[in-house]
């Protein structure tokens, strides 16, 4: 799996060997860092998007991963309830 932070100042990027992603994190959370965190393999895609050490929006192509699917799934909010945010 591929690995890749821009943030808003500079680009880095690199294998998940290089940078496992449970130290990557939270040193970006610490630092307080603005950017995105791209991670893929040759069939999934996960974005990050961080403003200034936090998680503002996350996207993915695996379904399972969304979070629609995942407060569907766990029965988090009633249907009428999701169509709001869908």
Request: glycine share 4%; net charge positive; charged share 30%.
């Amino acid at each position: 799996m591929e690995l890749f932070f821009r943030p808003a100042h500079a680009a880095m990027n690199g294998q998940l060997s290089d940078h496992p992603v449970a130290e990557l994190i939270p040193e970006i959370l610490e630092k307080r860092l603005s950017g995105s965190l791209r991670l893929q393999n040759e069939q999934s895609q996960i974005v990050l998007y961080l403003e200034n050490g936090r998680i503002v929006y996350a996207a993915s192509n695996v379904r399972s991963l969304r979070l629609v699917e995942y407060v569907k799934k766990r029965d988090l909010l009633k249907e009428d309830e999701l169509k709001k945010y869908n």
